[in-house]
């Protein structure tokens, strides 16, 4: 069974930085695109990024474009966020998600087959 554990979650400052991890385990994770989500509180789930099995495509949302980087250890099954110049926007649960392969829906939650607990980041003004 697939098992996907996210970390590093917290409460920052704007302007600060936070990095994300995800650990997985229970399948090949090298063969999967993974994708970074988040939830606000009244609002619907939004795809932050995406990285191909091989981690040579990256995917971004415009709204964390030159902000958030993307990027995978294969060799440790580990996928991770860094997050720089954090802004109370950024609010949210932030979830990590596992699909077949990464293509032009790779912003869709439904696109993806599994899904960490979450991960709270919290910043302040």
């Known amino acids: 069974q697939v098992q996907l554990v996210e970390s590093g979650g917290g409460s920052v400052q704007a302007g600060g930085s936070l990095g994300l991890s995800c650990a997985a385990s229970g399948y090949t994770f090298s063969n999967y695109c993974m994708g970074w989500f988040r939830q606000a509180p009244g609002k619907e789930r939004e795809g932050v990024a995406a990285?191909?099995?091989?981690?040579?495509?990256?995917y971004y949302a415009d709204s964390v474009k030159g902000r958030f980087t993307i990027s995978r250890d294969n060799a440790k099954k580990s996928l991770y966020l860094q997050m720089n110049s954090l802004k109370p926007e950024d609010t949210a649960m932030y979830y990590c998600?596992?699909?077949?392969?990464?293509?032009?829906?790779?912003?869709?939650?439904?696109?993806?087959?599994?899904w960490g607990q979450g991960t709270q980041v919290t910043v302040s003004s």
């Open positions: 990285i191909s099995g091989g981690g040579l495509r990256t």
């Open positions: 998600a596992a699909t077949g392969f990464c293509s032009s829906s790779w912003y869709r939650s439904d696109w993806y087959n599994y």
